[in-house]
């Protein structure tokens, strides 16, 4: 089971956009891209046959996800994820401050 899920609020640890926030839009084995977040400028050449018009685009890069945590919504900061079993058996993700779920 993984710490980090899609459209988890997440807060970047490190890097030009430190302590922002927002919501996981993909996610890889060690990277993941954060909504609104790590904007670069990528140039795009035209293509009239697919219809695409060039020009410099702004575009979401992926980070590492050891710069990003989790927040935890009671407390507004950055939490650190564990994994235990419920009582019916199934994992389930909390917080290790507070010990609450992940919803």
Known sequence: MQKIKLNDE??????KDKGATGTVTKITNIK????GL???KKHVKANPNAGVTGGIIDT??????SN????????????RVGIR????GKKERFFKSNGE???
């Open 10 to 15: 997440v807060i970047v640890l490190a890097g």
């Open 38 to 40: 790590n904007i670069a």
């Open 85 to 88: 079993t419920d009582k019916e």
């Open 68 to 79: 990003v945590a989790v927040l935890n919504p009671t407390t507004n900061k950055a939490d």
């Open 32 to 35: 993941v891209v954060v909504e």
């Open 60 to 65: 979401e890069m992926p980070m590492a996800i």
């Open 101 to 103: 779920s992940i919803v």
